[in-house]
């Protein structure tokens, strides 16, 4: 079992529509939880981090962790075309410097 | 956030040949990474590379194949060495500003014929 399980989609949504990416873990260790965002051809754009439990909202994105469960979500408002790329999400545990990553969902927000 | 950037950007070389991608950052770190994005697989994390020591391997990679250098706060290279098709991955260097920020650069793509 991968310590770190997401859906590699693709998910199509259209425009406007509020698309919702998950990943679920298995380390109850881990305490920091980022979401990153990847176009094709470009490196990881760190998009959304939190610490330990709870939600954090950024504008049209939120991040929403849930330790009991070992599960953790972003949320996309009012999608955009632009908003098409690949979502990676990446944990650590607190005394630690390696990130564990999900294999990454694509998205397709069509007009 | 970080600016990092990665030279060459993509290449495509021979079996059994060498290359060093070198990964300059805009500020000073302490600690650099280097990853290994495979079509379709994780990020899976080749070393971890501080100023002044040794760089530390992850399970499965190994310094002969995968020497890297750390002359200095913002710079850092990685050669893949005696390169076969199987190298043929998105080589990518980080950096983590904080527990829970650390940022990539742009990639260097490698094909090995």
């Known amino acids: 079992q991968k310590e770190v399980e997401q859906d590699p989609g693709p998910l199509s949504v259209p425009e406007g529509a509020i698309v919702s990416l998950n990943c679920t873990y298995s380390n109850s260790a881990f305490q920091y939880f980022m979401w990153y965002r990847q176009y094709s051809r470009k490196g990881p754009e760190l998009l959304m981090y939190t610490y330990s439990s709870g939600n954090k909202e950024d504008g049209r994105f939120t991040a929403q962790v849930d330790k009991s469960s070992k599960y953790i979500s972003l949320f996309i408002r009012d999608s955009q075309p632009s908003d098409s790329a690949t979502y990676l999400c990446?944990?650590?545990?607190?005394?630690?410097?390696?990130?564990?990553f999900g294999t990454g969902t694509r998205l397709q927000v069509f007009p | 956030s970080a600016v990092i950037s990665q030279k060459p950007s993509r290449d495509i070389c021979q079996r059994g040949t060498s290359l060093t991608i070198q990964c300059q950052v805009d500020?000073?770190?302490?600690?650099m990474f280097w990853y290994r994005q495979q079509p379709g697989q994780s990020l899976t994390l080749i070393a971890t590379a501080n100023q002044g020591s040794e760089a530390t391997y992850e399970s499965g990679f190994v310094i002969d194949k995968f020497p890297i250098s750390r002359p200095n706060l913002t710079f850092s290279t990685l050669t893949v060495s005696n390169m076969s098709p199987e190298d043929s991955s998105i080589y990518l260097c980080?950096?983590?500003?904080?527990?829970?920020?650390?940022?990539f650069g742009p990639g260097t793509r490698l094909t090995v014929l």
């Open positions: 980080s950096e983590r500003t904080g527990p829970d920020t650390q940022y």
């Open positions: 500020s000073q770190v302490t600690m």
């Open positions: 990446a944990m650590s545990p607190y005394n630690t410097d390696k990130l564990i």
